[in-house]
């Protein structure tokens, strides 16, 4: 156990750089080529077609934020919360679980990146380079008291 305790730092790497790029891939088209098909599938939806854009931001800028490891928590939780809304809004899973088709990948992508949201970057990230070990400084103060 310690030896997979000490992988930890390799594992979210891994998750952040996988995550990442399929983020960059879903999020490219929807804002460099195919943006007015994917509106007009996204007003199909019954959502606003300019929330393309967001999308779009979202998971092109989000992945890349993933895969340098910074502002990771934001993003994650950002794009977790994306791909719920796409769960429920597109793949209809929360009507009936059961019954609804490809809800799978986008049910994985939500779960990897609430799981970034709430683990955090990891030691091999700009986030730990830039925020240390992610406490504030009012943390920092109080265990220097202690």
């Known amino acids: 156990m310690k030896l997979l305790e000490q992988l930890k730092p390799l594992g979210l790497l891994l998750l952040r750089a996988a995550l990442g790029v399929i983020f960059i891939f879903h999020g490219y088209p929807k804002l460099f080529t195919s943006t007015h098909q994917t509106m007009q599938f996204f007003e199909h939806s019954g959502l606003p077609g300019y929330f393309v854009y967001i999308a779009g931001v979202f998971e092109f800028f989000g992945g890349i934020m993933l895969i340098v ?10 794009l977790a919360a994306e791909m719920f809304v796409a769960l429920w809004k597109v ?9 609804v088709d490809n809800y799978q990948f986008p049910l994985v ?5 609430f799981a970034l949201a709430t683990l955090g970057a990891g030691l091999i990230s700009i986030d730990h380079v830039v925020f240390g070990d ?7 103060k109080q265990k220097d008291r202690d």
């Open 69 to 78: 490891g910074l502002f990771t928590r934001v993003a994650a939780l950002l």
């Open 91 to 99: 793949h209809g899973f929360f009507a009936n679980p059961m019954a």
């Open 109 to 113: 992508v939500a779960a990897g990146a």
């Open 134 to 140: 992610g406490r504030g400084k009012s943390m920092r």
